[in-house]
């Protein structure tokens, strides 16, 4: 599973990932090496998304704390409502 390093890890990247780890998990002939190989990949995934995400925020505390950050209403309420409908 390809992370953007651009973005934080949204909901579906992290059913995505949980799909991948069910899907070797359910299949016996797997060996425990191979289940242990996927969770370090998509932990490793995660973690990558995290990490953006703090840059990101980290980014935005001077403007923030300089009281110069402009929220976009339509913007951010747009988002969400596309996120809401993206998870259905």
Excluded: H, W
């Excluded at 060996?31 to 990490?51: D, F």
């Amino acid at each position: 599973m390809a992370i953007d390093s651009t973005r934080s890890a949204t909901p579906s990247d992290r059913t995505a990932a949980a799909a991948q780890m069910a899907k070797y998990s359910s299949v016996p002939a797997v060996s425990t090496a191979a289940q242990l190989s996927c969770l370090s990949a998509v932990l490793n995934s995660l973690q990558e998304g995290a990490t953006a995400a703090t840059k990101k925020i980290v980014s935005f505390k001077g403007t923030v704390e300089l009281g110069v950050y402009a929220v976009q209403p339509q913007l951010i309420s747009s988002r969400i409502v596309g996120e809401a409908l993206s998870a259905r």
